[in-house]
């Protein structure tokens, strides 16, 4: 008898603890979840970006057009005014110091008796 | 005459009937033809370079070699480990064009040359017209490789020795390692490099010997430390 009042109270007990969830609850985890958006990708935003207006196309031709440009004339060499005559082909030559060569020289005996 | 005495002439009297005969000198021409054009294989060697000046220590290099048939690879090696070594590729004259030169000013002459980086060579010694050598090559009697060459001065003192120490052929060779150098210039002989240019003259050098293309009128003149055959094809290189 004892044992079954105790298990009683106790159950009671459990009772008065337990609150009932609110009924907004559910709903508000509801509409959390769908307002929550996907992260976008950086290439997403990358073509966001490059899709962003006609401004955007215009600004993107003149930079590659200039980057061309400056690699043009960089990559090619200047050319010689033409004479109407039938030239050789400039070529540039770089002049070393002797100074530098003669770095390659080093003392020798003068002898001819060295073969490997 | 005792019988021992006989036997011992007869010894003697055979010993140069036993002798090898000797293998006929070549043709100079022929020979020279052989040492312009190089071997009909590719090869690989060392060289080592040597300059003697009156009165200084003589100083040397050394150069690996690569070479395919018509088509040489030099890489000069520098004395110090800093510096980076001095390449050139190079396409070989034709023979017949550089002998032509050779037989405008040189006499030539063959002979017997001994053995160098253990072949047998012919020597093969040009003299100008005065009798003066001027230069000695030592050419490989089996493949018509140039293992030696001396240049002597007016005085016959020596001035230059180029000589083959190590030599692999045949040897097999990449030829993309032999793509030639664009042309700049005139001809230079081997190891020179442009040096600079004043008062209309082009001096070139290979850091202890130079020599200058100077306008005189209406001719370019060839200055300096050069013989008489490499003088003559920078000249005429630098008229085409």
Known sequence: MKEEDEARLAKAAMKSLFVPAPESLKADLKRMARNRKPTPSIWDGLREALSGGAWAYGAGAAFAAAAIGVFILRAVPEREPSSGVASKPATRVEAVAPEALAGLWSDDDGEDNDEI | ?240
Not at chain 2, 135 to 161: C, F, H, I, N, Q
């Open chain 2, 1 to 240: 005459m005792t019988r021992f005495k006989l036997a011992v002439a007869l010894a003697l009297a055979a010993v140069p009937l036993q002798a090898k005969p000797r293998t006929p000198l070549p043709d100079a021409d022929a020979l020279v033809l052989r040492a312009l054009a190089g071997p009909a294989t590719g090869y690989a060697a060392v060289e080592r370079v040597q300059v003697f000046r009156p009165g200084q220590k003589p100083k040397a290099l050394k150069v690996n070699i690569m070479a395919l048939p018509g088509r040489v690879r030099r890489e000069v090696l520098p004395s110090k480990k800093k510096m980076a070594p001095l390449v050139s590729v190079r396409e070989l004259e034709k023979a017949e064009a550089g002998l032509a030169r050779l037989r405008t000013m040189y006499e030539i002459s063959v002979s017997t040359g001994g053995v160098v980086a253990k072949r047998k060579t012919w020597k093969i010694e040009l003299r100008l017209r005065s009798g003066l050598l001027r230069r000695a090559l030592w050419v490989d009697r089996d493949s018509g490789l140039l293992m030696k060459r001396e240049t002597y001065r007016d005085d016959g003192s020596l001035a230059r020795r180029e000589r083959i120490v190590k030599l692999t052929l045949p040897a097999p060779v990449d030829p993309v390692t032999l793509k030639p150098d664009p042309s700049t210039g005139p001809w230079m002989p081997d190891g020179y490099v442009f040096a600079g240019e004043s008062d209309g003259a082009r001096r070139y050098s290979n850091g202890l010997e130079s020599y200058e293309l100077r306008r005189a009128g209406s001719k370019t003149v060839v200055l300096g430390d050069l013989a008489e055959d490499d003088a003559a094809r920078v000249l005429g290189s630098d008229a085409k």
